[in-house]
């Protein structure tokens, strides 16, 4: 098969994608039990009778993860329903003590809400089928030692679990689902954003069928990916493999699959032609999950406004390119600095450029906080004095290096590292002749037609002031400096 025919078959097939994410919720402790919730300490540390679901031990539900998750849902534009309720899911795993997990089931805490994802075709509205809270599983740890070690620290720590639509359509769709919601839960305090640290990961369901068909294909879902990268590429992989089954005649198997990220390919977990059977049931130590009107009310005024509206925004408003809007609305700190300082005065556009351009590469993710070298008052300081022309950009970098991290002033700087563009004409001037007389061959050429040669002189000039001097006043000076250099020699 040639790549031309491998690309006129993909044509064929059209992917049907639908993703399930587990956003941790960021509270201090877990769902049913006083326990941290922690990331990194030593294992079995945080754990309790509930937790562990030793005998007679009872769940009591954390209000701050119901408050975030009422949270999330509202910003998802879900209904919220007053009164939910939390099944135990019953399956047997030695991450999971209980042999059951308190998740919600057919009475979920919200429905039908929506998301919109951008993927460089313009704005598209994904589906959101419900969201509901569930505890996370604890870890098992293979390969130390003898066999395999349990580590309860995670188990009960809050999940909201969002699924879905079954309405993307491309790998990098399902990518720019994930990465919208995990920005929508950092947004709203929600999530930490660590995917690193598995705070917020996905199972990914993919079907394929017949370009213009309606009805759905068979789909197998990639489990706990948990980084936007592999979400595209597990899907790619996954896809090729669906299409080269169908292309044989072979049906695609309703299977759980994994994804290797290093082998970069997808590989069977389990198949899942029968159902698995959960038995449900409604959990007999937790009463129904009520929260009021009045709550959800409070609750959707209490959002601040969500990265999908800030981009279109700063659009509109600062004239920003839909990209450099993106970048800057990736992080809730990224963009309240940048709000910041375009409200101090300086132009946003280049405040944008300047954050984009040095403050991002200095930015250090740690925890849940996203640290900036700079403070917004010193970014809109350092744009303006560029703007005023006391400084060139060059200079701008300069002073940012030596700004970073310390709380001293741009203007402060640029007096002390001597750094003031070099605006003044006489001693530009000065300079310039003496740059031509000690060039005169050069200059002499300059003037027999080899105009290339001003590059040379600027740099020259550029050089003895230390790159302070004003670029345009610099030129028009070392013009008229070669124009009038050569007279006194020619009338000899
Ligand atoms: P389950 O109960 O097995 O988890 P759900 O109905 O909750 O199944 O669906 C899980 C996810 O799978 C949802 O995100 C949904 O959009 C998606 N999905 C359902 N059917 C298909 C399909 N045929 N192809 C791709 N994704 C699908
Ligand atoms: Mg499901
Ligand atoms: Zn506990």
Known sequence: MTSDEGTNIAKEWEPVIGLEIHAQLR????????????????????????????????????????????????????????????????????????????SQYDRPLATGGRLVIDVGEGPRTIGVTRLHIEEDAGKTVHGRGHGSLVDLNRAGTPLAEVVSEPELRSPAEARAYMKAMCELFVFIGANDGNLEQGSLRCDANVSLRRRG?????????????????????????EIGRQIMLLERGEPVRRQ???????????????????????????????????????????????????????????????????????????HPNIAAMFEAAAGLGASAIKVANFIQGEVLRDAVVCGAELKLPITAAQTAELVTLVEEGAISGKQAKAVYAAMRDTDQSPRALVASLGLAVMSDRASLEALAATLVKNNERQAAQYRGGKTGLFGFFVGQLMKMTGGSAEPTLARAVLEQALRTSGSGEDQQ
Not at 31 to 59: D, I, K, R
Not at 230 to 235: G, I, K, P, S, T
Not at 312 to 325: P, Q
């Open 27 to 102: 509270t201090r402790t877990k769902l049913f039990c006083a326990c941290e919730t922690s990331f990194g300490h030593p294992p079995n540390v945080h754990t309790c009778p509930v937790c562990l679901g030793l005998p007679g031990a009872l769940p009591v539900m954390n209000a701050e993860a119901l408050r975030l998750a009422v949270l999330a849902s509202v910003a998802l534009e879900c209904t919220v329903h007053e009164e939910s309720v939390f099944a135990r899911k019953n399956y047997f795993y030695p991450d999971s003590p209980k042999g059951y997990q308190l």
């Open 213 to 237: 068909e309606s009805r759905f294909g068979t789909r197998v879902e990639l489990k706990n990916i948990n980084s936007f990268r592999f979400v595209e590429e597990a899907l790619e992989l």
């Open 256 to 330: 759980t699959r994994g994804y290797n990220a290093d082998r970069r390919e997808t590989y069977l977990l389990r198949d899942k032609e029968v159902e698995e059977e959960y038995r449900y049931f409604p959990c007999p130590d937790l009463p129904p999950l009520v929260v009021d009107a009045s709550y959800i009310e409070v609750s959707r005024r209490g959002l601040p406004e969500l990265p999908a509206k800030k981009r279109i925004r700063y659009v509109a408003e600062f004239g920003l390119s839909e990209s450099a809007a993106g970048v800057l609305t990736g």
